[in-house]
């Protein structure tokens, strides 16, 4: 590997922004309309591969429905360049081993059927982003042989796998590291992202690893791409720094872990509360979270939703406990339909759509996301713990007027709130109004309590 960490550095030094350690980034500023739009969104993550039985462009357009369906107003699609042959993982290779970032897969359609998609997205009112894979190619990557000084290399003068941000070797061994020292490769990286966004009007992109990318990097491109169109950027990190660097959206990935506990009876309900207040606190001003119970990864290496929280069930106290929190909410295609299957990275598992109960269970995620989309105790910032009898079981936290409620446990439970009248609370998921007292809630069950106004 070269040495990137201090030519990094030196360059920043000469920013007038700075971006060396302890310096503060200058953040890029979001205009009004922009900022609402992001805070009032919801996102549905597609593997085109899985999407549809034919795994196409064409496929994502015919199901556009079932997207339109669960609330989701914005479209994430995997990477959609082709995947690399050299040193594939599996049958098929990963999507996030590009070969070429100018080029669509041929298997997944042409150009023009990718454009068909974007035109069809935005029809309907939607916003689509793509999946951009800036660290590292395929080793068969067109630049490799046209642009060989792009890479990083090892002792030998080889290619290299990536490194982690603690200079380790990783194992993703079908990609080869790219290099931010050289300012050339920067400059075609951000000429290829600017590519999608004024040639085919994509809306912005999901970046993959952002924070293995050098700051310097997003120093640079930001600014370019808010100027060629990009309306969502959304980093797959989770400092918070990124949002200094112009990034709308980061992951929550302490929040899911810690969600996770929390079901597993390894961490108290309320301590999860208390650790996501701590910390919003040092959120910048007009940065989100991604809100999600599943993702891609999450789904291929560990275990879907729905077998990680307990069944149907306890994945939707949980898809409760997390779409509420300030943030925005993700739905990985089939979690909606509470699809047990693991969808691999490196091969073709179309989605079961006509699974039992698939419509009540979508119907359920849609009136979740449409209270984080349109409720406004939903789309502000405040989080507030709210203290219950049953601080490890049940997770309970106040937004605004609203009170969510979610059961972690496989067992019914009737949960005191202390410090509330819950009296003419109105039940925003299950419908009805709570006459006060104990809140029943089910074995993985969840209430969301809007409080009655004062009487005046």
């Not at 990477?79 to 080029?103: E, F």
């Not at 590519?195 to 600014?223: I, K, N, S, T």
């Amino acid at each position: 590997m070269t040495a990137r960490f201090p030519l990094f550095l030196a360059a920043c030094a000469a920013l007038a922004a700075g971006c060396a350690p302890g310096a503060t980034p200058m953040p890029q500023p979001a205009s009004a309309a922009r900022a609402d739009g992001i805070a009032r969104s919801a996102v549905y993550e597609v593997f085109v591969r899985d999407f549809s039985p034919q795994g196409t462009f064409r496929g994502v357009v015919e199901g556009l429905d079932r997207i339109e369906a669960v609330g989701a107003n914005v479209v994430w699609l995997m990477p959609i360049h082709p995947v690399g042959v050299q040193n594939r993982k599996g049958t098929l290779g990963s999507s996030y081993s590009v070969r070429d970032y100018r080029a669509v897969n041929p298997d997944y359609g042409t150009d023009e059927d990718f454009r068909a998609l974007v035109r069809a997205v935005h029809g309907r009112g939607m916003k689509l982003i793509i999946d951009w894979v800036p660290n590292h190619t395929a080793w068969d990557h067109v630049w490799v042989t046209r642009h060989p000084d792009f890479y990083t290399r090892d002792e030998a003068g080889r290619l290299s796998v990536p490194r982690n941000n603690e200079g380790e070797l990783t194992d993703w061994t079908d990609v080869a590291e790219l290099d931010y020292d050289n300012p050339r490769l920067r400059r075609e990286m951000i000429a290829d992202m600017r590519y999608w966004l004024q040639e085919f009007d994509v809306d912005g992109f999901r970046v993959d690893m952002a924070g293995m990318v050098p700051d310097l990097f997003w120093h640079e491109a930001v600014p370019e791409l808010r100027a060629a169109g990009a309306e969502i950027l959304l980093a797959e990190w989770g400092d918070l720094r990124m949002h200094q660097m112009g990034f709308d959206l980061t992951y929550g990935w302490p929040t899911y872990h810690g969600l996770k506990d929390v079901w597993k009876g390894k961490k108290p309900a309320d301590a999860w509360v208390r650790a996501e207040v701590e910390e919003l606190r040092g959120m910048p001003a007009g940065g989100l979270r991604l809100r999600f119970t599943t993702n891609h990864d999450e789904t291929a290496w560990d275990a879907p939703a729905v077998e990680l929280f307990g069944g149907p069930a306890g994945a939707r106290a949980a898809f409760v406990a997390m779409a509420l929190l300030p943030g925005r909410p993700l739905v990985y295609n089939g979690q909606e339909v509470e699809s047990p299957q693991r969808l691999p990275l490196f091969e073709k598992e179309p989605v079961d759509w006509n699974r039992p109960g698939a419509a009540e269970a979508r119907a359920f995620y849609r009136r979740v996301v449409d209270l984080s989309r349109t409720h406004p105790a939903f789309t502000g910032g405040d989080l507030q713990p709210v203290e219950t009898d049953a601080p490890a079981d049940v997770v309970a936290y106040r937004r605004g007027s609203v009170v969510v409620l979610a059961n972690a446990r496989p067992r019914p439970a009737r949960v005191t709130v202390r410090g509330l009248d819950l009296g003419r609370a109105r039940d925003l998921l299950n419908g009805g109004a709570h006459a006060g007292g104990p809140v029943a809630l089910p074995a993985h069950g969840a209430a969301v309590l809007e409080l009655a106004a004062p009487a005046r």
